[in-house]
């Protein structure tokens, strides 16, 4: 069974959010993919929180790519980063 710091606030993940919503980081969800090995989950989950991904924050989806909807462009605080959908998709949001 796969290691979650999901909080029990979470309504959805950042990959559900629409360009233009915003919502506040509840928590890394890594069993939002069960076909990823532990380790890769486990180095992305910390590079996550590094960039500030953390519960609290506030969050925004700035714009999607055209194929896809890939790479997802958010910002937190003041920093804008893009997102494939696999790494959104591990970030737990409230809204």
Excluded: W
């Amino acid at each position: 069974m796969r290691n979650s710091t999901r909080t029990d606030g979470v309504q959805s993940t950042l990959d559900q959010l629409k360009v233009g919503e915003s919502a506040i980081v509840s928590g890394i969800c890594s069993h939002a993919a069960p076909h990823a090995p532990e380790a890769q989950l486990t180095e992305i989950s910390r590079r996550l929180k590094e960039l500030g991904f953390v519960a609290g924050e506030s969050i925004r989806v700035l714009h999607r790519g055209y194929f896809g909807g890939e790479p997802v462009a958010v910002r937190v605080g003041q920093s804008t980063f893009a997102l494939r959908n696999f790494e959104a998709a591990l970030i737990g949001i409230t809204k």
